[in-house]
């Protein structure tokens, strides 16, 4: 955690609740119903008990938990009886042990087909969560209440649930679309600014590799320090929803043209787990400022194929500059030990390839992806692939973190 959460705003007990917009995206024959608003909570709470359900298990984790988890459920036990799940925060915890436990005291708690099972907080609790209400009775209703943005922009909006293991990343999982996702952008909004950037950054990728037409009114929106208010979120994740919606109506598993969302993610999976391994001297790079990076690399790669034209690498560059990621983030990294976490990247297996070669999402301009085959994937020699990552660390120690105080991308 970057931040506590600073004090609730107290409420004005004279206005009306703010209303809840609705919005809706499908997933297969799914139709999710999406509700936003701000300062909202006790509007959720409504929501959630008009769903008439026997029982609620709440899934949320311990710093989220005195916040929002807690409020919500007492609200919500005065009409169904509410079990609170909670674990200690970080990706550690997001594995097979945590849902082992959940799973069995769910049980105890008497949980049936008609329980309803709410994830509250980022897209860890989120993604216990759903493979919970997934494996329960071979699945019972999920709602997402999300308070990070890339939970509330990216992980809710999609039915992909997976916890880790010893092994890697979300390797065990399953698809289970939520019921309904209930966003309240004043509590997204506590998150840390290194926390709000990062969310943010998924964003700019649905832009530069799928919608180009949103890059005004990234301009507009995007500030690098995240002092973004709960409109401005509000804004951000409808962009996101925009994005996503569109996809996910054509490929609701995220297996062909979904792949597009990886766009940065080969080499950004690398940084985040270059920088975080044990004996890094790297500070741990977050995921979206990974995926900035990322994208960087995957412009300057289809730039040198002869595949990207100057201007959109330009594009690629102030919109990461705007985002407020810098490459210096990469400091302590070196070449090789990044060159070797991507070897492992997980689009490995979607298409035959050489070991010689990196499969990654390019883009041939602004949101026209190249690719072979139906999954957008391009087979990059990794000569091209260590070469542009050279120049990205190059860059990165050439800044020096050398900034105007209150640019907080290093904190
Ligand atoms: N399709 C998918 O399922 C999908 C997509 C994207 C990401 N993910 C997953 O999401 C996870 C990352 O999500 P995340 O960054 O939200 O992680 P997270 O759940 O760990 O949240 C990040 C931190 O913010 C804290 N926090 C939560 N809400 C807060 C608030 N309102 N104010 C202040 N602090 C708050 C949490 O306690 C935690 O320490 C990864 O495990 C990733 O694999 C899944
Ligand atoms: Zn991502």
Known sequence: ?????????????????????????????????????????????????????????????????????????????????????????GEAHKNLATLSRFIDLALDFKVTRRSVVVAVGGGIPGNVAGLLAGLLFRGIRLVH???????????????????????????????????????????????????????????????LAIEPGQIPTLRRLLRPRADYTPADLEEIFELSLAVKGRLLLEDPHEKYSGVLLEYGHTVGHALELASAAPGSRAVPVKHGEAVALGMAVAADVAHRLGALGADAVA???????????????????????????????NKRGYEAHTSSDVPMVLLGALGVPLGLGQHYLTPVPRREVRAAVHELLRRGRECGGDHDPGHDAHD
Not at 19 to 38: A, K, M, N, W
Not at 160 to 174: D, E, F, I, S, Y
């Open 1 to 89: 955690m970057d931040s506590q959460f600073p004090p609730p705003a107290p409420a004005d007990p004279h206005g009306p609740p703010p209303p809840l917009t609705e919005r809706h995206f499908s997933l297969g024959d799914r139709r999710v119903r999406v509700l936003l608003g701000h300062d909202c909570l006790d509007d959720v709470a409504q929501v959630l008990t008009a769903l008439d359900a026997d029982r609620f298990v709440f899934v949320t984790d311990d710093t989220v938990q005195g916040v929002v988890a807690s409020k919500l459920a007492g609200v919500v036990e005065q009409t169904a009886p509410a079990l609170l799940l909670s674990h200690p925060p």
């Open 315 to 345: 594009t690629h560059e102030e919109l990461i500059e705007r985002v407020g990621v810098c490459r210096c983030l990469t400091a302590g990294l070196d070449t090789e030990t990044v060159m070797h976490h991507i070897g492992f990247d």
């Open 145 to 207: 209440v999300p308070t990070t943005v890339i939970a509330a922009c990216d992980s809710v909006i999609s039915a992909k649930q997976a916890v880790n293991t010893a092994h890697a990343k979300n390797t065990v999982g399953l698809y289970h679309p939520p019921e309904l996702i209930v966003v309240d952008f004043g509590v997204v909004a506590m998150g840390s600014p290194r926390d709000l950037r990062s969310g943010t950054c998924e964003t700019v990728k649905n832009a």
